[in-house]
């Protein structure tokens, strides 16, 4: 792995999700580079153990390390000159899919623990729910899912910086968080298509 403080909050990320025993959706980690902008993006996706995949509800967490951050990290770094602290863009975006029928969204909110953690010092601030409809190619409805996300910029001090392990602690709270989201909206009485393997038999 790199040794660069964007790649540390990968790892602190990965290892809260990993222990609070989430399931990592491994075909869908992204890690991409705009070569025009230079904005440097991961992406990945887990699950409840045993929800199969895809999974019925799942949720989508993307970091994103843009090119102004870059500049401020590199002249701390060889410069070590601290003027503005770099910030790392954080999306969590929670999804109940395959749903059979559309689901009420104020009863998806509503199963939402009252408060969000903070990361640092930041809050994660929810987006109103976004409901989506699939259809076939005869476009017939096909499914129903509906996402509620979460957003926060977490600004990183020059004593995170100089120590990465500030970071597992700031990114500590998001994986009881995310495993409590996920059991309550996997609790929600919703009407869930079969599972694709039973489709297929």
Request: proline share 8%.
């Given at each position: 792995m790199l040794d660069h403080v964007f790649?540390?909050?990968i790892g602190a990320l990965r290892d809260t999700l990993e222990a609070a025993r989430?399931?990592?959706?491994?075909?869908?980690?992204?890690?991409?580079?705009?070569?025009?902008?230079?904005?440097?993006t991961w992406e990945t996706s887990y699950g409840l153990p045993g929800e199969g995949s895809p999974p019925r509800?799942?949720?989508?967490?993307?970091?994103?390390?843009?090119?102004?951050a870059q500049t401020a990290y590199r002249t701390w770094y060889l410069d070590e000159e601290f003027t503005e602290g770099p910030r790392i863009a954080l999306d969590v975006v929670f999804r109940v899919q395959g749903l059979a029928s559309g689901a009420d969204p104020a009863a998806v909110v509503g199963a939402l623990p009252a408060?969000?953690?903070?990361?640092?010092d930041t809050l994660l601030e929810p987006a109103g729910p976004t409901l989506e409809t699939a259809y076939d190619d005869d476009l017939l409805v096909a499914s129903h899912a509906v996402e509620i996300s979460f957003h926060g910029d977490y600004?990183?001090?020059?004593?995170?910086?100089e120590d990465g392990s500030a970071l597992d602690a700031d990114f500590g709270a998001i994986g009881g968080w995310v495993t409590n989201v996920l059991v309550r909206l996997?609790?929600?009485?919703?009407?869930?298509?079969?599972?694709?393997?039973?489709?297929?038999?």
């Open positions: 790649t540390d909050a989430l399931e990592r959706q491994a075909l869908e980690e992204r890690f991409h580079a705009d070569i025009l902008l230079g904005d440097i509800v799942q949720v989508d967490l993307t970091l994103e390390w843009p090119t102004w408060a969000s953690p903070r990361v640092g600004e990183l001090d020059e004593k995170t910086l996997g609790d929600l009485p919703l009407n869930y298509l079969p599972p694709v393997d039973e489709e297929q038999q």
